[in-house]
């Protein structure tokens, strides 16, 4: 029984860990603004994302701490609110860039042309917000697997397996979701209010 569940989501794994990076890329490219259509840009929602990144990665330790307390069922709840907040930040993260114009790093004037001038104001800072940000989505990329590997190991009672997957997923799930703070930090002063 326990392989027939792990069976039964290998497929699904592999076709949401494909899927959903692609998906996002695409959308991500697409922006309903400039291709003519009067939405309303949704402004207000990288704050609120940013917000469900700190609390994902609350929720994260709180996990461990559970798991390591022996408190399972705490820690089943506390996971699957971990994986409906990053559900939720995807969400809008691509409702924010398929209806707002994207901010650029240093765009201190918010005309989205990164000028040598502002360039120069920002310095080194750039390097490093460009930094966090390639890693954090590279390996935003790479924890959906991870995720949902951990959580079917779970799921199919096999908590050895998922036991040390988990000690995998754990650290990079956490440095996406405080990374993804971050970024928000450091961005935050170009958005076009």
């Known amino acids: 029984m326990e392989n027939n569940i792990e069976t ?13 990076p692609l998906a996002v890329a695409a959308l991500f490219g697409v922006n309903l603004r400039k291709l003519g259509y009067d939405v309303e840009p949704l402004n207000f929602l990288p704050p609120i994302y940013a917000t469900i990144n700190g609390i994902t990665a609350v929720l994260l330790v709180a996990a461990v701490l559970a798991i390591k307390n022996g408190k399972r069922k705490l820690h089943e709840n506390l996971m699957k609110t971990a994986i409906a907040c990053s559900i939720a930040f995807l969400v809008m993260y691509v409702a924010y860039h398929m209806t707002s114009i994207s901010a650029v790093y240093g765009d201190a004037n918010h005309n989205s042309i990164l000028e040598e001038t502002e360039k120069l104001a920002v310095g080194n800072t750039r390097s490093s917000y460009l930094v966090i940000l390639f890693t954090h989505i590279a390996l935003s990329v790479i924890i959906i697997p991870l995720v949902l590997i951990t959580y079917v190991k779970a799921l199919s009672q096999r908590f050895d397996k998922h036991k040390k997957i988990a000690k995998i ?3 990079i799930w956490l440095y996406v979701a405080i990374t993804g703070v971050l970024v928000y930090v450091m961005i935050s002063p170009y958005y076009v209010k």
């Open 169 to 171: 997923t754990f650290p």
């Open 8 to 20: 039964k989501y290998n497929k699904l794994i592999t076709a949401v860990s494909i899927i959903i």
